[in-house]
């Protein structure tokens, strides 16, 4: 059974650098894309990027000039840095597995439990 | 960007009712549509992928259906453990994009 477990600080300050890594089990990180969604409290889900396991990254364009992702196969993590973070920036980060569905095209399938993080000085 | 548009943003219903939640795509996407389960205090979970396929371990009281740019996600007999909030997303373009959500609740 696959599984996501995020970890980070849970408070960053406004202007800094927000930084969570994703650690993977029970499957091989080589093998998938990974992304990471976020969601603000009460509200809905935002796709943030995504990265493969040599390193090519796909990022919202929303996002796209903060955003870094890396990837460390041989620890089985991946990573996200969000810079310049504002209150805006504060919800539930959740790293996810995508896979292949039959037609090639990348699906999510595996969720993380997410991981709180709150933007306030 | 494609805009998912999702109905009803929410909606109440009673243990054993057959409920349907919309999705509709700007533009096409041909049947790449995925659902996603949320628990309140839960991480989502998947449910359905390429608009129509069971991802393993989700029972078959749920199901969906594409017609052009318009999805369906069909839970066939509602029980207590299905009252959470169901989201649709595009996986066919980039950035992949989520429906706002549909909020089921006890009637």
């Known amino acids: 059974q696959v599984q996501l477990q995020e970890s980070g600080p849970g408070l960053v300050k406004p202007s800094e650098t927000l930084s969570l890594t994703c650690t993977v089990s029970?499957?091989?990180?080589?093998?998938?894309?990974w992304t990471w969604i976020r969601q603000p409290a009460g509200k809905g889900l935002e796709y943030i990027g995504r990265i493969f396991a040599t390193g090519s990254t796909n990022y919202s364009p929303s996002l796209k000039s903060r955003v870094t992702m890396s990837v460390d196969t041989s620890k089985s993590q991946f990573s996200l840095m969000l810079r310049s973070v504002t209150a805006a920036d504060t919800a539930m980060y959740y790293c996810?597995?995508?896979?292949?569905?039959?037609?090639?095209?990348?699906?999510?399938?595996?969720w993380g439990q997410g991981t709180l993080v709150t933007v306030s000085s | 960007d494609i805009q998912m548009t999702q109905s009803p943003s929410s909606l109440s219903a009673s243990v054993g009712d057959r409920v349907t939640i919309s999705c509709r795509a700007s533009?096409?996407?041909?049947?790449?549509l995925a659902w996603f389960q949320q628990k309140p205090g839960k991480a989502p979970e998947s449910l359905i992928y390429?608009?129509?396929n069971l991802q393993s371990g989700v029972p078959s009281k749920f199901s969906g259906s594409a017609s052009g740019t318009e999805f369906t996600l069909t839970i066939s007999s509602l029980q207590p453990e299905d009252f959470a909030s169901y989201y649709c997303q595009q996986y066919h373009d980039y950035p992949l994009t989520f429906g706002g959500g549909t909020k089921v609740e006890i009637k």
């Open positions: 390429a608009a129509s």
């Open positions: 533009q096409g996407i041909s049947n790449h």
């Open positions: 029970g499957g091989f990180i080589s093998t998938n894309s």
């Open positions: 996810v597995r995508e896979t292949k569905d039959d037609s090639g095209y990348l699906r999510v399938d595996y």
